[in-house]
């Protein structure tokens, strides 16, 4: 079974979200940061990866969050909770089009991926603490 780590990302209240650039069918919409979880490589050691590789920030992995989303045959999606190591880091859009820290009031108003949509209720409750 592959994996793909997601990082859900909150600093006062909000949590960040990155809008793709491509392929194609995707580019424009919402996603979480993360990415592909490499051969010998924990989860929490890939999420710390990519978040440095597509926002130029360190992170501090938390406990998953919500279920594991199928995305494909053989192909899962997890979602851990995640701070930036340094509170006044700026993260920074490096492989998408731009970035935006989502108010909870504000999550069903954003054009998520579907499998990022599916979490938004777990979600809803690690914003709500």
């Known amino acids: 079974m592959k994996v ?3 990082a859900a990302i909150v ?3 909000a949590l960040l979200a990155q809008q793709r650039a491509y392929p194609a069918e995707v580019a424009g919409l919402w996603e979480l940061p993360g990415g592909r979880v490499e051969r010998g490589e ?3 050691d890939a999420l710390r990866r990519e978040c440095v590789e597509e926002l130029g920030v360190e992170v501090v992995v938390g406990d998953r969050v919500g279920a594991e989303v199928p995305l494909r045959a053989g192909l899962v999606l997890r979602v851990y909770s ?3 190591a340094d509170p006044d ?3 920074k859009p490096l492989e998408h089009k731009a970035l935006r820290w989502i108010q909870p009031a504000t999550l069903d108003d954003v054009r998520w991926l ?3 949509l599916e979490l938004l209720p777990a979600l809803r409750e690690l914003l709500a603490g």
Do not use: T
Request: aromatic share 0%; charged share 30%.
């Open 42 to 44: 924990s989860e929490v």
């Open 11 to 13: 600093r006062g209240g």
């Open 89 to 91: 880091a700026d993260p």
């Open 114 to 116: 579907p499998a990022d």
């Open 4 to 6: 793909i780590v997601g």
């Open 82 to 84: 995640a701070r930036l």
